[in-house]
Nanobody
């Protein structure tokens, strides 16, 4: 059983930055992780993913060059550094784990999810 708790969301002006954290507990050794987001009235979408060893990362085109995913396995924590935020980044952000160490942008392979943290970017 894996438990995930996101934090770090909030209200920020366009062009600003936020860093999201995801605290992981339970049996998640060796798992890849990802960030997804869901805006009101829209489907949840992939944001970024990172392998267990951090040697592979992937990003959605909409955030590439602005967001950075990282992890600290010693601290059981996943991060998402978000810079140059835009109003269209407004969403609830979720972290998730998937079995296996390799990355994936496919939502259905992720089997443990956090409750989400809200990010609101004002124009």
């Amino acid at each position: 059983q894996v438990q995930l708790v996101e934090s770090g969301g909030g209200l920020v002006q366009a062009g600003g930055s936020l860093r999201l954290s995801c605290a992981v507990s339970g049996r998640a050794f060796g798992y890849a992780m990802g960030w997804f987001r869901q805006a009101p009235g829209k489907a949840r979408e992939f944001v970024a993913t990172i392998s267990w060893s951090s040697d592979d990362t992937r990003y959605a085109d909409s955030v590439k060059g602005r967001f950075t995913i990282s992890r600290d396995n010693a601290k059981n924590t996943l991060y998402l550094q978000m810079n140059s935020l835009k109003p269209e980044d407004t969403a609830a952000y979720y972290c998730a784990t998937k079995r296996g160490s390799s990355t994936s942008d496919y939502e259905r392979v992720y089997d443990s999810w956090g409750q989400g943290t809200q990010v609101t970017v004002s124009s």
